[in-house]
């Protein structure tokens, strides 16, 4: 018994500690090449649903699409979460590893910078949602124009074209 609760002490503890790990966002080398090729597959799954978020935005903000302020609502939430992860899931340095990848070197060299990218993605998308809640639709365009200038900032110094 006593044998047990200390083994369940000890999972309660690895696990809180390997979240903290997780969630700190500071940059870990991949151990193996399977490790590598995982993390990128996660991080590009994680961009495609930006991208499938976006989307319908930038149609609203071209003049494509009328303005749906309950998508841009629902949509401008799912950036910010996605932001949320976004750090864990850059943080992962493939680079000792050879694939294919869209991420330059330089994103594992500057990881403040691109944390403060990052930032600056989630606080458009909270912009938009702020905008939202207004009933401002003179905002809308601007406020979805700074959720896409912050893709195009990080795209623009970490993503190969
Ligand atoms: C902090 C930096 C950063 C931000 C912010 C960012 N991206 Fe990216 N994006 C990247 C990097 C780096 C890659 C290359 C990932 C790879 O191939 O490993 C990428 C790749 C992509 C891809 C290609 C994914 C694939 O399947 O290869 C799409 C689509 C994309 N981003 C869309 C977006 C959209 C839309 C936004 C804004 C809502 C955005 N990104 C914001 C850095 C960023």
């Given amino acids: 018994m006593k044998l047990l609760t200390k083994a369940i002490l000890l999972a309660v503890t690895t696990s809180a500690l390997s979240s903290a790990i997780a ?31 976006m989307g319908p935005l930038g149609g609203m903000a071209k003049g494509a699409l009328p303005f749906d302020e309950s998508v841009m609502q629902t949509n401008a939430v799912r950036l910010e979460q996605l932001a949320e992860m976004m750090g864990d899931y850059l943080a992962v340095d493939t680079r000792g590893f050879d ?24 606080t458009a998308a909270q912009g938009l949602q702020a905008a939202v809640k207004a009933g401002d639709e003179s905002a809308y365009r601007s406020a979805i124009g700074k959720i896409g200038a912050s893709c195009k900032s990080c795209h623009d110094d970490y993503k190969k074209d």
């Fill in 99 to 122: 694939l294919e990848t869209g991420a330059k070197d330089a994103l594992w060299e500057n990881f403040s910078d691109v944390k403060g990218k990052i930032a600056a993605l989630k």
């Fill in 23 to 53: 969630t700190a966002s500071e940059v870990s080398q991949a151990t193996s090449e399977k490790h590598a090729a995982a993390a990128i597959e996660y991080r590009q799954s994680l961009f495609q649903l930006l991208r499938s978020n």
